[in-house]
């Protein structure tokens, strides 16, 4: 099973990127998934996530500027991040949930499998 995160680079502050990550080896459909980052010098925080009937859940901090969405058939996940700001400079970890059908995915502990990270730098 492997995630592969891209889409992350350099953008200036107010500016916008859009995040995929490509599950191969099994299929989630039924796995809520999430995306998680990682500043430097602080702890992997959660970002945001959605189930696998479509609901999605955000941090207050990214709320109205982020969106996370998901095309099945693909067996991918996005985030749109929109209006960046240098405070959302991080690494950014796709992941999914390791147990179908779970109502739980706000937490790294939900989460079973991980991509690699992918770098958003935001310059003001």
């Known amino acids: 099973v492997q995630l592969q995160a891209s889409g992350g680079g350099l953008v200036q502050a107010g500016g916008s990127l859009r995040l995929s990550c490509a599950a191969s080896?099994?299929?989630?459909?039924?796995?809520?998934m999430g995306w998680f980052r990682q500043a430097p010098g602080k702890e992997r925080e959660f970002v945001a996530g959605?189930?696998?009937?479509?609901?999605?859940y955000y941090a207050d901090s990214v709320k109205g500027r982020f969106t996370i969405s998901r095309d099945k058939a693909k067996n991918t996940v996005y985030l749109q991040l929109n209006s960046l700001k240098s405070e959302d400079t991080a690494v950014y970890y796709c992941?999914?949930?390791?147990?179908?059908?779970?109502?739980?995915?706000?937490?790294?502990?939900?989460?079973?499998?991980w991509g690699q990270g992918t770098q958003v730098t935001v310059s003001s």
């Open positions: 080896g099994r299929t989630f459909s039924r796995n809520a």
């Open positions: 992941a999914a949930d390791r147990t179908p059908y779970s109502s739980s995915y706000t937490t790294m502990s939900d989460y079973g499998y």
């Open positions: 959605i189930t696998w009937t479509g609901g999605t």
